[in-house]
Structures are given as C-alpha cells and as structure tokens.
C-alpha cells in the first residue's frame, strides 16, 4: 500500500511538473506580447515598457518559468494589474468555494451512478430498468448551465427553497451554506451522474454473467441479492476508471456553474480574468485547476487500490504464494 | 428424494434439454456424462434455477416433495444452499475476487443459520479443514487469487456443504484442473457423499471421472438421456450405441484383463460431432452418427427396460448374450 501511495504521490508532481511548462509554454506561445494583451491596442509604448519591467517580461523565458513556479511555492504569483489584488491569496481565497463544488458533486455522483446503475442493471427487463436507461440519456445530453438556470428558476426564484446565488463559507453558517451549494452541486452532478450511471449500468450487465455471481446464487442469495453484495464492488473498478475520465468534465462544469451561480470561485475568477485580459492570473488559475484535476486522480488511485485487492498484490508487490 | 419428470429446458423456440425421468435416491452418487454441448450442465443448473436467463424450464422436478419448477427466485433461494449446494467447472472465476475467502464461506452459513460471530467462525475453520485445506486459519484472510486452483476448488466445496446439503450438484469440478489434483477433489467428493449420506449429482464429459465416482450412471446425448443404470452395468453392458461407442473411446474403462486389447489398438472414434441445436434429425437424436442405424430409428425412440433400474431409449440396442461373462442380470 505504502508503496503504492509512493509511486502515485511521484506521478502527481511529475504530471503537475510537466502541466505547469505545458501551460507556461501554451500561453507565452499565442499571447504574442503578455504586456500587450493587457493593456490594449491602444497602449503607449512607455506603458507597455513599464508593464514589461514590472511583470519581469523582459527576461529570458526560463528565468520567467522559475521565478513563477517559485512563486507557486513561496506564495507569491505577483499582483493583478488593474484589479490589483494578491494572486496567490486571491486563488487562496477562490479555493473554498471550487472544491466544496467539485467535491461535492463527485460525492453524489458516485453512490447515486451506483446505485442507479445497479438497479437499471437488475431490471434491465422490466420498464423501471428502462425509465433510468433514457433518464441518463436525457441528463448526458442536458448541459449544467440550462439545468443551473432551469433550477434557480424552479426551487430558487418558484418555490423559493433555496438562493439563487452567492456563496456562504460553511464556518460562517453550515446551514446557509449548505443550503447554497445544493443547487449548483445538483447542476453539476446531473450530467456526471448520467454518464457513470450508464457505465455502472453496463459494468453490472458484465459482472452479472460472471461465475461468482453463480456461486452467490447457488450459496442462496437472490439474483438481486447476489447483485448487491457481490457485483456493485466489482462493477466499481470500472466506475473509478471511467470517474477518472470525468474529471476534467468535471472541472469544466465548475467554471460554469460558477458563473450560474455567482459563486467566487476558481471558474469565475477564471472567466473574469480572461476577459479583463489578465494573462498572468489566468496561467496561475489553470495551474490550480490542474492541480486539482491531479489530485483527485491521486484519490481515484488510491481507491483503485482499496477496491481490488489483485491491484494491491500486483502494485504493491506483497507477493503472496 | 430429487424426482425428475418431463423436465424441459427451452431457449428461444429450441428446447436444449428435455429429460422425461430421474430420480436421485437419498445419498447416492449420480453422474450425468455426455458430450460438450449435449445439455448435461443445462440440466444439472435448472434444477435449481441457476440456468442462464434467457432459458426456460418447464415440467416437474421435486425435492423431498417439494416442487422446485416455477418458484420464485426468493423462493428457489432459500433451496438453494441449505438444500442443494453446488459447485462448477472453473474454480478460479466461481470465487468473488474482491472477497476474503472465509468471508465468503461465512456468508454461505449466515443466509441459512443466524450463527453468533465467534460459532460462525469456527464453522467456517471446521468446513475448511473438513475439505482438508491446510492452515484454515491464514487462509481465511487470504484472497481468491493467492490460492491454487485445487485449493479454490476446496474452498468452493465448503462453500457448498456449509449448511450440510442432501444433495450436492457437481457440475464439472475437475475439468479445470491438474491430473493429479483432480483425484484429490474426486476423493474428497465420494467422502464427503459417503460420511455425510449427501447424494451427488456429478456431470462430466469424462466417462473415466465418472466411472470412479458414481453409483448410477445417466448418458446423455443432444439434451435427452438415453441411457441410465448402475454404473457397472452402463459400462460393461451398455445397451445404447451411443454409450457404447463412449465407452469404446475411452481408453481408461478398460479393466486389468481387458487391457491387452487396447494397448497397441487405435481407440475408436464417435463420426462426426454433436449437431447444432437445430440440427437435429427427426426420431432418435444420435442417427447419422450411429452405426447400427435401422428404419425405425426415425421415430422417436421409446423407454426400454433392461431390468434392475437400467433403462435406454435405443430402437437396435445392443444384445446382450445370456450367460456370457458380462451378463450381471444372472449374477444378481
């Protein structure tokens, strides 16, 4: 296990390593001038001299990579130029909110895709089976913006049961929090949900044919019985890779329900930055999104392993005769 | 104790299996041998509804006047288990992979018995070592794929004699393993129907496996059975072409004073193999490949009674010579 952990902590800094000169390099290469972009086409040359020297612009593009990923270490990414905030303790400030969204999201997918897929599977004959199958197709193809709006417009603005907007830190007031966050969890969640529900739903159809089901049954558990305590953990090895693969969905989605939502977070000091033209901030901003994407694929390893023990003694080299 | 009538296995508009009558007597040892594809594991599952989905079975099977046909998964689930266990071809896949092993066995017990934890683990200790696995302890934290196929196996017999079943479905449980292995589990299974007076519904492609294992021998061919009797009397004084043409393939009946004339002899060959399910010809299902085939073989052939429980379903079985050697009928 510990070597495991190991190896996947040495794949994350090598991958955010990597991201973070693919990022740099992305965009130094299409801004053409970094001070330009900033300051506009109408920019005097003595301003865009004075930019260049205060972002440090002029320095070869190495030094300018260093002195930024040191920055990321000693908390220092420079200061917005015309909002004028702190960089690093903006992000900081932002990273509350995004994961409280992210997280929260994945941690309604993942049991509701099980047990929606579970019991599609299991009914996969019978019309219940089916009303989830196009139910799933439906939310693949509803995007989070309209689901963010159609909501706010329903239980925000018709019934009233919750805000339709802002951010309350949960250590000001949990409730309120809470009650903020529900309907851009669920907007974001709805169409993650729909694409794991699929493959659960498939990985179920495939574990069902397996022999151990057979011994379950033959043991005296009901086929669905035998679905339950047998195949959903084996079904979940698919549904832990394939959540992997939405995680850069993931973060997508954040960015616009964000903005649904007027939520300060990640996406939307994202979303604001390009539009005011703050290259600087934006480099910093897809760094952290990246690094978010790294670590929760770190945590989707991690689980690899706790779910399959036949992962654990092939990685982690605990032989056992 | 299991009474078998008329039991039809359909999928789609074929019907895989169709067997009119078989009883396993309490306690005895039945093997069911046939080729691959003839219907033998179809029919040994449906009797406790494990048959694949998309089959359907029809007719009567009782279990100590219990009917099993018709009952509802829920139902056939409290049989199964406590009832009938059953074990299968291929030990490595038949084992929840991401399941500690004596969790697994455990699990056996706990759907039949409400068992306190500290008894439920002794039971399962007792099973392993009843299967003769050793060091039951360690090998109950272990995980299905740091075990040897012979020691699945093992674990899969205990896991089908938790609750001690009357009767014990078999359904090709050495086919995937070692010779030598093989033997082991074989023993084990005849001890274990012996010791506990469990019968045993044993299938095989193997007439040489289930010669050594069983008291009465069923033949099946294409989804009927046209041969059952005790099994000294199927193999010595088959009456079916079929079993004897099975029994003449296979180089391992041959007892010590017969055994001269098959070294150095080519074994005989069955010509052709199973047709497909629709395939079949009209009347006796093995015409075509038999070679002592007559006019009326293209009507179905009927029951005939060759004396002390030994039937076939043959329109030009094989005579047998009064007084030769062979003939069991005038020694019992």
């Not at chain 1, 019978?126 to 963010?148: E, M, N, T, Y």
């Not at chain 2, 079943?165 to 074989?186: F, N, R, W, Y």
């Not at chain 2, 299902?285 to 070679?291: D, E, K, P, Q």
């Amino acid at each position: 296990m510990a070597r495991v952990i190991t190896r996947s902590v040495l794949s994350l800094v090598l991958a955010a390593f990597v991201g973070s000169m693919i990022v740099f390099g992305l965009l130094r290469s299409i801004g053409g001038n970094v001070a330009h972009v900033i300051l506009g086409q109408y920019a005097t040359p003595g301003a865009l001299e004075a930019l260049q020297e205060e972002l440090g612009l002029n320095a070869p593009w190495y030094v300018q990579y260093f002195s930024w990923l040191g920055g990321v270490f000693t908390g220092d990414l420079g200061t917005s130029y015309s909002a004028r905030f702190d960089i690093f303790d903006e992000i900081l400030r932002r990273l509350g909110p995004t994961t409280l969204l992210a997280f929260g999201s994945l941690l309604i997918s993942i049991p509701a895709a099980l047990a929606l897929g579970t019991y599609s599977a299991i009914q996969v004959k019978k019309l219940r089976g089916g009303v989830i199958d196009v139910a799933s197709q439906i939310g693949i193809a509803i995007p989070a913006f309209w689901a963010g709006l159609i909501m706010v417009l329903v239980f925000g603005i018709r019934l009233g049961w919750f805000p339709t907007g802002g951010y309350i830190s949960p250590f000001e007031d949990l409730v309120e929090a809470v009650k903020g966050l529900v309907l851009p969890t669920l907007a974001l969640s709805l169409g993650i949900t729909s694409v794991l529900t699929r493959y659960v739903r498939s990985a179920m159809l495939d574990v069902m044919g397996e022999d151990f089901i057979r011994t379950a049954m033959a043991k005296g558990r009901t086929r669905r019985g035998a679905a339950r305590v047998h195949g959903v953990r084996n079904a979940s090895v698919s549904l832990v890779t394939v959540g992997t693969l939405q995680l850069g969905a993931l973060m997508a989605g954040t960015v616009v329900i964000e903005n649904v939502f007027v939520i300060p977070g990640i996406g939307r000091l994202l979303v604001t930055s390009v539009l005011g033209r703050e290259v600087i901030v934006v480099q910093s901003l897809i760094l952290v999104i990246l690094l978010m994407i790294l670590v929760m694929n770190f945590l989707m390893d991690i689980a690899y392993v706790l779910i399959d023990p036949r992962i654990r003694d092939s990685q982690g080299g605990k032989a056992v005769a | 104790m299991l009474e078998i009538r008329d039991l039809d296995v359909a999928i789609g508009r074929h019907t895989i299996v169709s067997v009119e009558r078989l009883d396993i007597p309490a306690g005895t040892r039945l093997g069911i041998v046939g080729e691959s594809g003839s219907g033998k594991t179809m029919t040994a599952m449906s009797i406790v509804g494990l048959q694949p989905n998309t089959a359907v079975v029809s007719g009567s099977v009782r279990f100590n006047d219990r009917e099993l046909v018709g009952l509802s998964d829920r139902r056939l689930a409290e049989v199964r288990g406590r009832d009938i266990g059953v074990i299968f071809q291929d030990p490595a896949k038949a084992l929840n992979p991401m399941m500690r092993v004596g969790r697994q066995v455990a699990e056996a017990i706990r759907l039949h018995m409400d068992l306190p934890r500290d008894r439920l683990r002794a039971r399962v200790l007792q099973l392993l070592t009843q299967v003769h696995l050793p060091d039951a302890r360690s090998l109950m934290r272990r995980y299905p794929h740091q075990l040897s196929g012979g020691q699945q196996q093992r674990v899969l017999i205990a896991i089908a004699i938790a609750c001690d079943p009357k009767l014990l479905i078999a359904d090709e449980p050495t086919t995937a393993l070692d010779v030598t292995v093989q033997s082991g589990i074989l023993s084990l299974l005849r001890e274990l129907s012996v010791e506990r007076k469990m019968g045993l519904l044993f299938v095989s492609h193997d007439l040489g496996v289930i010669q050594t294992i069983s008291e009465v021998i069923g033949v099946v061919y294409g989804g009927q059975l046209v041969e059952l009797g005790p099994a000294r009397r199927v193999i010595r004084q088959a009456r079916h072409r079929y079993t004897q043409a099975l029994v003449s393939a296979n180089p391992g009946i041959a007892d010590d004073e017969h055994l001269g004339e098959i070294v150095g002899r080519q074994l005989d060959v069955i010509p052709g193999s199973v047709p497909a399910l629709d395939r079949f010809p009209s009347g006796c299902r093995f015409r075509g490949r038999c070679s002592a085939e007559i006019a009326s073989c293209a009507q179905p052939p009927e029951i005939s009674v060759a004396g002390d429980g030994h039937i076939f379903k043959c329109w030009n079985p094989i005579e047998v010579v009064a007084g030769s050697e062979g003939d069991l009928d005038a020694a019992s």
